[in-house]
C-alpha cells in the first residue's frame, strides 16, 4: 500500500479522549445569521451578516451530525444543505477546522441563490460527542415545546426536532490505532454507547452510522467483491458469489487491526440496541475508500496535522512537502504488486448518507439495524491512482518501495447491489473525477483561493 492509503482511509472527526476539561467552552454555539436571530449567547458567522433575516421557528426539524467538519462529514453536510435539510453540526475540531463552517454557509448560499429560495438552517456546536453531559445539554434546545399541536411532552413522551443523527465522530487511522489501541476503544466504542445513551434519553432513535470496511478483515482477500453477510451480527442466509445459499452465523473472522475491531464492535453493540428497543432504526455504511472533494475546490481532505490518506500524501509529493509516496508492499497477489481499494467519490458516499435518510424516513427499510456497503463495485491499484494523477496534472510523482505495512490485506472491494435496491443508491462519478477535483481543490489552495484551516 502507499503512505497513507489505509484498508479504510475515510477521515472522520468530532471526539476525543478528554471529555469533561473544557466543558464550558464546547457548549458555545456558532451560528450564520442565515440560521436564527442573533442573542447574547449565539457568535453569528461574519461571513453572512446581513444576508437573509430568517426568524427562529421553534418546530424547525433537524439532522444532527457529529463530526461535521471532518472530510466525509463536511461533504455530508454540504449535500444535506443542497438537499433542503436543516442541519446541527458538533465537532471537537481535533481534525478539523472551525472555517469550514463558514465554507459550507458560503456554497450553501451561492447553491440556494440559484433556486431563489431561502439556505436551510445551520448551527454549529464545539463539542465532544462522546461528552455525555454537553450532548445533552445541547439536545435540551431541540426538545418541542408542548405547546405545539402533535408535540411536547403531555402524553409524557418526549419529542425532539432532530429527525437523524448522522455520527462520523470516530477516530479512523488504521496504522494509529496499532500504536494506540486504548485511545480507540476509549473513543470509538466506549464513546459510542455515552453518545447513544444520551440520543435515547431525548427519544431520537434514527442513527447512521459511519462504519468501515475493516470490519470484513482478512476475508477481504478472498478475490470477490464483499457482500454484506461476509460480517453478521445475527444468523443469515444469503447466495453467495458463486449462486450457492450459505447460512451464517453472526461473528467476524480474520480482523487485522483495532481500528477495524472498534467499527465490528460498534456495530455489534447497536445491533443489539436495535433488538433490545424495536424503536431503533440504525444504518450502518461500510465505507470503502472516499476520496475527491466537491467541485467548487472550496471543501477538501484537510486533516490537522500530517495526513495518513493516500491522495492527501500524493499532493502533499507533488508540492514538495514530502520526498516521496511510500509504497508499503509491491508484492500482494494483484495485477501490478500494490494494494487495490474500491475508490469511491467523496460526494458519492455524502448522497450515500442522505439515501439512508430518506429509506428510513420512508420506511423502506424496516426499524432495527442494517448494514449496507458504499462502493463502486471497481478495485483500483496504488500504481493505477498514481497513474491518473500524473496524466491529470502531467507531474511524476516519485515513489519508494516498502515492505508491506502492518494490518493491510492485498485487495478490498464492495459489492453495493443492496444499497443500490434498498436505497436506491449507486456511485455515479469515476475515478478520474476524483483525482481531478482534489487536484483542483489543491490548486486553489496554491492560489490562496481556500486559505488554510484555523
Given at each position: 500500500?502507499?503512505?497513507?492509503?489505509?484498508?479504510?482511509?475515510?477521515?472522520e472527526?468530532?471526539?476525543?479522549?478528554?471529555?469533561?476539561?473544557?466543558?464550558?467552552?464546547?457548549?458555545?454555539?456558532?451560528?450564520?445569521?442565515?440560521?436564527?436571530?442573533?442573542?447574547?449567547?449565539?457568535?453569528?458567522?461574519?461571513?453572512?451578516?446581513?444576508?437573509?433575516?430568517?426568524?427562529?421557528?421553534?418546530?424547525?426539524?433537524?439532522?444532527?451530525?457529529?463530526?461535521?467538519?471532518?472530510?466525509?462529514?463536511?461533504?455530508?453536510?454540504?449535500?444535506?444543505?443542497?438537499?433542503?435539510?436543516?442541519?446541527?453540526?458538533?465537532?471537537?475540531?481535533?481534525?478539523?477546522?472551525?472555517?469550514?463552517?463558514?465554507?459550507?454557509?458560503?456554497?450553501?448560499?451561492?447553491?440556494?441563490?440559484?433556486?431563489?429560495?431561502?439556505?436551510?438552517?445551520?448551527?454549529?456546536y464545539?463539542?465532544?460527542?462522546?461528552?455525555?453531559?454537553?450532548?445533552?445539554?445541547?439536545?435540551?434546545?431541540?426538545?418541542?415545546?408542548?405547546?405545539?399541536?402533535?408535540?411536547?411532552?403531555?402524553?409524557?413522551?418526549?419529542?425532539?426536532?432532530?429527525?437523524?443523527?448522522?455520527?462520523?465522530?470516530?477516530?479512523?487511522?488504521?496504522?494509529?490505532?496499532?500504536?494506540?489501541?486504548?485511545?480507540?476503544?476509549?473513543?470509538?466504542?466506549?464513546?459510542?454507547i455515552?453518545?447513544?445513551?444520551?440520543?435515547?434519553?431525548?427519544?431520537?432513535?434514527?442513527?447512521?452510522?459511519?462504519s468501515?470496511?475493516?470490519?470484513?478483515?482478512?476475508?477481504?482477500?478472498?478475490?470477490?467483491?464483499?457482500?454484506?453477510?461476509?460480517?453478521?451480527?445475527?444468523?443469515?442466509?444469503?447466495?453467495?458469489?458463486?449462486?450457492?445459499?450459505?447460512?451464517?452465523?453472526?461473528?467476524?473472522?480474520?480482523?487485522?487491526?483495532?481500528?477495524?475491531?472498534?467499527?465490528?464492535?460498534?456495530?455489534?453493540?447497536?445491533?443489539?440496541?436495535?433488538?433490545?428497543?424495536?424503536?431503533?432504526t440504525?444504518?450502518?455504511?461500510?465505507?470503502?475508500?472516499?476520496?475527491?472533494?466537491?467541485?467548487?475546490?472550496?471543501?477538501g481532505?484537510?486533516?490537522r496535522?500530517?495526513?495518513?490518506?493516500?491522495?492527501?500524501?500524493?499532493?502533499?509529493?507533488?508540492?514538495?512537502?514530502?520526498?516521496?509516496?511510500?509504497?508499503?508492499g509491491?508484492?500482494?497477489?494483484?495485477?501490478?504488486?500494490?494494494?487495490?481499494?474500491?475508490?469511491?467519490?467523496?460526494?458519492?458516499?455524502?448522497?450515500?448518507?442522505?439515501?439512508?435518510?430518506?429509506?428510513?424516513?420512508?420506511?423502506?427499510?424496516?426499524?432495527?439495524?442494517?448494514?449496507?456497503?458504499?462502493?463502486?463495485?471497481?478495485?483500483?491499484?496504488?500504481?493505477?491512482?498514481v497513474?491518473?494523477?500524473?496524466?491529470?496534472?502531467?507531474?511524476k510523482?516519485?515513489?519508494?518501495?516498502?515492505?508491506?505495512?502492518?494490518?493491510?490485506?492485498?485487495?478490498?472491494?464492495?459489492?453495493?447491489?443492496?444499497?443500490?435496491?434498498?436505497?436506491?443508491?449507486?456511485?455515479?462519478?469515476?475515478?478520474?473525477?476524483?483525482?481531478?477535483?482534489?487536484?483542483?481543490?489543491?490548486?486553489?489552495?496554491?492560489?490562496?483561493?481556500?486559505?488554510?484551516?484555523?
Amino acid at each position: 500500500m502507499a503512505d497513507s492509503n489505509e484498508m479504510d482511509n475515510h477521515s472522520e472527526s468530532g471526539s476525543s479522549n478528554d471529555s469533561s476539561s473544557s466543558r464550558q467552552s464546547n457548549l458555545h454555539s456558532l451560528s450564520s445569521c442565515i440560521s436564527e436571530p442573533e442573542t447574547p449567547s449565539t457568535e453569528r458567522s461574519l461571513l453572512f451578516e446581513g444576508s437573509f433575516n430568517i426568524s427562529w421557528h421553534p418546530d424547525t426539524e433537524f439532522i444532527v451530525v457529529v463530526g461535521g467538519l471532518g472530510y466525509i462529514g463536511s461533504h455530508t453536510c454540504l449535500e444535506l444543505i443542497k438537499s433542503g435539510f436543516n442541519i446541527v453540526i458538533i465537532d471537537n475540531l481535533s481534525n478539523a477546522y472551525r472555517n469550514v463552517f463558514d465554507h459550507l454557509g458560503e456554497l450553501a448560499e451561492k447553491y440556494w441563490e440559484t433556486q431563489g429560495r431561502p439556505v436551510p438552517l445551520m448551527r454549529f456546536y464545539e463539542a465532544d460527542y462522546g461528552d455525555a453531559d454537553a450532548i445533552r445539554e445541547i439536545l435540551k434546545e431541540f426538545i418541542k415545546p408542548p405547546t405545539l399541536e402533535g408535540g411536547g411532552s403531555n402524553d409524557g413522551v418526549l419529542r425532539s426536532r432532530v429527525k437523524g443523527v448522522i455520527h462520523f465522530g470516530g477516530f479512523k487511522s488504521v496504522s494509529q490505532s496499532i500504536q494506540e489501541p486504548l485511545k480507540y476503544y476509549t473513543n470509538n466504542v466506549a464513546g459510542m454507547i455515552r453518545f447513544c445513551e444520551a440520543l435515547q434519553d431525548f427519544n431520537i432513535k434514527t442513527l447512521i452510522f459511519s462504519s468501515s470496511a475493516t470490519v470484513y478483515g482478512s476475508v477481504a482477500n478472498i478475490g470477490v467483491p464483499l457482500m454484506e453477510e461476509y460480517c453478521t451480527h445475527k444468523a443469515e442466509t444469503f447466495m453467495d458469489h458463486n449462486g450457492q445459499f450459505k447460512t451464517v452465523q453472526g461473528g467476524c473472522s480474520g480482523l487485522t487491526n483495532p481500528y477495524g475491531r472498534t467499527k465490528w464492535m460498534c456495530e455489534a453493540i447497536l445491533s443489539d440496541l436495535a433488538v433490545a428497543d424495536p424503536e431503533w432504526t440504525i444504518v450502518a455504511l461500510r465505507y470503502f475508500n472516499p476520496v475527491g472533494c466537491d467541485e467548487s475546490g472550496i471543501l477538501g481532505e484537510d486533516p490537522r496535522g500530517v495526513p495518513t490518506n493516500l491522495m492527501p500524501v500524493i499532493m502533499r509529493v507533488m508540492t514538495g512537502v514530502s520526498p516521496a509516496l511510500l509504497v508499503f508492499g509491491t508484492d500482494y497477489p494483484t495485477a501490478d504488486g500494490t494494494a487495490v481499494r474500491d475508490f469511491i467519490h467523496v460526494t458519492d458516499l455524502a448522497h450515500g448518507h442522505i439515501a439512508a435518510l430518506a429509506a428510513a424516513a420512508d420506511g423502506r427499510i424496516p426499524k432495527g439495524f442494517r448494514t449496507y456497503n458504499l462502493g463502486s463495485g471497481t478495485g483500483a491499484s496504488v500504481l493505477d491512482i498514481v497513474r491518473v494523477v500524473e496524466r491529470l496534472s502531467d507531474t511524476k510523482i516519485p515513489m519508494k518501495i516498502v515492505d508491506r505495512r502492518d494490518g493491510d490485506v492485498g485487495t478490498c472491494v464492495a459489492n453495493s447491489m443492496r444499497a443500490r435496491l434498498e436505497l436506491d443508491w449507486k456511485t455515479e462519478k469515476s475515478l478520474e473525477t476524483c483525482c481531478r477535483d482534489i487536484l483542483n481543490f489543491f490548486a486553489c489552495r496554491k492560489e490562496g483561493l481556500v486559505p488554510v484551516g484555523v
